[in-house]
């Protein structure tokens, strides 16, 4: 057992605790250097937020020295250090006026205005997120602490994630958006303070001498006000981590309702749009070519009861105008510039004319061969008929005065067949 404990010794390589002392007060302060790091690490990580830049974020958090004050703080705390805590916390107020102000000023100038994924996820934290503080505040004063400090700065850099809340506030602040401030800011506070407690606990645990020795009463006070602040930052993590999982378990039920009730059963879907945030909630449909009855249409109501999709409104947009003015105005709600709204267009125009099989011949021979026809439709659809199978298939949809008999039915499969060799033929007879 103890052979076992002796892995986990953290007094092995430990560093004299003057030398971490010194190094720890040294990086609190902010001013001249740090101050100017701090800037340049605020634009970089709001400009990976604002293209949606994975990497560039990383980068700005690898050179942001946001790390010392907080650390400073928890080494005040766990030795009583009354004057380094209050300087560590000016410190810490400095530099996030500093963060604040940058990263506004950076917003307010930029073009782009929208909201990218990086961003939107620092704008509800929940207790994951307070493991992760806790795990990167672990291990950046396990490092500290060390004679050999090895490598684990930058990947505490990473995983606390101090710079992209900042910048996210300063993106609420920017645009006027106060719950994008708000949970940002929430966000930030909780790495900083949880940081601080990992690092409250590490140096209690390797005994760290005390710089004004307080009674037991006061420290008991301490503690209690260091258990009160974590009560009152996890509670509301706790809170957003259950509606996160219940907003997940929703979307995963509409996903799946959506592929076995429709796309497995050959309908084409052009537009999905689900509106979580309403009351009731929305899920809005258009299909290719498929007509809803109002009788199928209240089937899919009772199926979505089935999958355990409650409070939800069903939309099938059927009508063609209808349609183009709801994407139209989709696209003109992400305050798009004329030239992306003509593009987007384009693309959704391409999207539907891949499905059309448009041939002046082929309407041509349709007319001399099969004069009984009224009208006709035919489109092509793909089906993944298994995992990695992708079926093509001719859906061609007549009217006539009359079905056409089981020859001539034949003799048209046999002549669409012998123009796509390479597809599946099915034929329908639409009566309006």
């Given at each position: 057992?103890?052979?076992f404990?002796?892995?986990?010794n953290?007094?092995?390589?430990?560093?004299?605790?003057e030398?971490?002392?010194?190094?720890?007060?040294h990086?609190?302060?902010?001013?001249g250097?740090?101050?100017?790091?701090?800037?340049c690490?605020?634009v970089?990580?709001?400009?990976?937020?604002?293209?949606?830049?994975?990497?560039?974020?990383?980068g700005?958090?690898?050179i942001?020295?946001?790390?010392g004050?907080?650390?400073?703080?928890?080494?005040?705390?766990?030795?009583?250090?009354f004057?380094?805590?209050?300087?560590?916390m000016?410190?810490?107020l400095i530099a996030?006026?500093?963060?604040?102000?940058v990263?506004?000023?950076?917003f307010?100038?930029?073009?782009?205005?929208?909201?990218q994924?990086?961003?939107?996820?620092?704008t509800?934290?929940?207790?994951y997120?307070?493991?992760?503080?806790?795990s990167?505040?672990?291990?950046g004063?396990?490092?500290?602490t060390?004679?050999?400090?090895?490598n684990?700065?930058?990947?505490?850099?990473?995983a606390?994630?101090?710079m992209?809340?900042?910048?996210t506030?300063?993106?609420?602040?920017?645009?006027?958006?106060?719950?994008?401030?708000?949970?940002a800011?929430?966000?930030y506070i909780?790495?900083?303070?949880?940081?601080c407690?990992?690092?409250?606990?590490?140096?209690?645990?390797?005994?760290?001498?005390?710089?004004?020795y307080?009674?037991?009463?006061r420290?008991?006070?301490?503690?209690?006000?260091?258990?009160?602040?974590?009560?009152?930052?996890v509670?509301?993590?706790?809170?957003f981590a259950?509606?996160?999982l219940?907003?997940r378990?929703?979307?995963?039920?509409?996903k799946?309702?959506?592929q076995?009730?429709?796309?497995?059963?050959?309908?084409?879907?052009?537009?999905e749009?689900?509106?979580?945030?309403?009351?009731?909630?929305?899920?809005?449909?258009?299909?290719?070519?498929?007509?809803f009855?109002?009788?199928?249409i209240?089937?899919?109501?009772?199926?979505?009861?089935?999958?355990?999709?409650?409070?939800?409104?069903l939309?099938?947009?059927?009508?063609s105008?209808?349609?183009?003015s709801t994407?139209?105005?989709?696209?003109?709600?992400?305050?798009?510039?004329?030239?992306?709204?003509?593009?987007?267009?384009?693309?959704?125009?391409?999207?539907?004319?891949?499905?059309?099989?448009?041939?002046?011949e082929?309407?041509?021979?349709?007319?001399?061969?099969?004069p009984?026809?009224?009208?006709?439709?035919?489109?092509?659809q793909?089906f993944?008929?298994?995992?990695?199978?992708?079926v093509?298939?001719?859906?061609?949809i007549?009217?006539?005065?009359?079905?056409l008999?089981?020859?001539e039915?034949?003799?048209l499969?046999?002549?669409?067949?012998?123009?796509?060799?390479?597809?599946?033929?099915?034929?329908?007879?639409?009566?309006?």
């Amino acid at each position: 057992m103890n052979q076992f404990l002796h892995f986990f010794n953290l007094h092995e390589g430990e560093d004299k605790k003057e030398t971490v002392l010194e190094d720890v007060i040294h990086n609190i302060s902010f001013r001249g250097a740090n101050a100017w790091i701090l800037a340049c690490a605020i634009v970089i990580a709001s400009v990976g937020l604002n293209v949606n830049s994975t990497a560039v974020i990383i980068g700005a958090m690898l050179i942001s020295p946001l790390m010392g004050p907080i650390v400073g703080a928890g080494f005040a705390l766990g030795t009583f250090d009354f004057p380094l805590l209050k300087k560590s916390m000016k410190n810490l107020l400095i530099a996030t006026v500093i963060s604040l102000v940058v990263s506004s000023l950076y917003f307010l100038l930029s073009p782009f205005k929208d909201a990218q994924s990086e961003l939107l996820a620092r704008t509800s934290p929940n207790i994951y997120d307070v493991l992760i503080a806790i795990s990167g505040g672990l291990v950046g004063v396990i490092a500290i602490t060390r004679v050999n400090k090895g490598n684990p700065i930058p990947g505490v850099a990473i995983a606390t994630a101090l710079m992209p809340p900042l910048c996210t506030a300063g993106y609420g602040l920017a645009t006027g958006n106060i719950t994008y401030f708000a949970g940002a800011l929430y966000l930030y506070i909780i790495n900083c303070v949880f940081i601080c407690i990992a690092t409250f606990v590490i140096v209690k645990y390797l005994r760290y001498p005390k710089v004004h020795y307080v009674d037991p009463q006061r420290e008991k006070k301490i503690t209690q006000s260091i258990t009160l602040i974590t009560l009152v930052l996890v509670i509301p993590s706790l809170y957003f981590a259950y509606r996160l999982l219940q907003d997940r378990k929703y979307s995963n039920q509409v996903k799946q309702f959506v592929q076995q009730e429709l796309t497995d059963k050959g309908y084409t879907i052009i537009y999905e749009r689900l509106v979580a945030a309403s009351k009731p909630k929305r899920l809005e449909l258009a299909f290719l070519d498929k007509k809803f009855s109002n009788e199928e249409i209240n089937g899919l109501k009772e199926s979505m009861r089935a999958f355990g999709i409650d409070n939800t409104q069903l939309i099938i947009r059927q009508d063609s105008l209808d349609l183009r003015s709801t994407i139209l105005s989709e696209i003109d709600k992400r305050n798009v510039s004329v030239s992306e709204k003509d593009l987007t267009i384009r693309a959704l125009n391409n999207t539907l004319s891949s499905y059309q099989l448009a041939d002046p011949e082929l309407d041509r021979d349709i007319k001399i061969i099969f004069p009984t026809l009224s009208s006709y439709s035919i489109g092509r659809q793909q089906f993944y008929a298994k995992k990695d199978s992708l079926v093509n298939h001719i859906a061609f949809i007549y009217t006539a005065s009359e079905p056409l008999e089981t020859i001539e039915r034949d003799k048209l499969g046999a002549w669409l067949k012998n123009h796509f060799p390479k597809d599946s033929i099915t034929i329908v007879a639409y009566r309006p």
